[in-house]
């Protein structure tokens, strides 16, 4: 079943392939999650398409983006890609600046690899935004700094896999409260860590919001001029 969501934006849900789509030549943006889609070949005709959600679906292979040269756009999380060569078909879409691999806990067998990210940086030198992190620009300064300390803890071989996530919005309180005073330093590091990325990850996605509502005001404000 497809809904329209906006001018050029659909999403489609209840499918096992992207069949349905081959008409809708002019879409601008298509969310196809949590599906049972394994095929991308069908996708070949959106050659306007620039925001893509393939995320929770069944999809090993990206063979098939190769002919998307608008997209900017793609999550691609909670899907079966298991190697860094699965990836290399993004090196084709030139216009690629912003990916997601991984969503909090949900990602793709490939995040695990010690490799990863360094070697998918090294594939797309021009993406701008890997998994909610910016790579570039003003932001990137503290992914650098929260991957240094990432890397200290997994040196340090602290056992982080029971560590709770901290919530989006930390409260002063939670600093104060006597267990996070009992803490060691490098488990003091790694609830920082979390707390900072998951208010970076909220912060980039109200812009993302933001953005499309000041595209949709322009719209309407075109639209009420040339009527």
Known sequence: MAQEEADGCFMVEGIENLGCVYM????????????????LAPLFKLRSLQILDLSNNKISSLKGLEQLPSLNFLNISGNSLSTLESLKPLDTIPQLRKLILRDGDVGNPVCHLDSYPGKLKALLPDLLMLDFRYLKGPLSGIFKKL?????????????????????????????????????????????????????????????????????????????????
């Open 24 to 39: 809708c030549e002019n879409l601008v943006s298509l969310d196809v999650s949590y599906n049972r889609i394994t095929d």
């Open 147 to 227: 991957d240094e300390v990432d890397n200290t803890l997994q040196e340090e071989q602290v056992p982080i896999e029971d560590l709770p996530r901290s919530n989006p919005v930390v409260s002063p309180e939670f600093w104060e409260d006597e267990f996070f005073d009992d803490l060691d330093i490098k488990m003091k590091l790694r609830y920082l860590k979390e707390a900072l990325n998951s208010v970076y990850v909220e912060k980039y996605r109200c812009e993302e919001l933001l953005e499309l509502c000041e595209a949709e005001d322009q719209r309407l404000i075109h639209g009420h001029q040339t009527q």
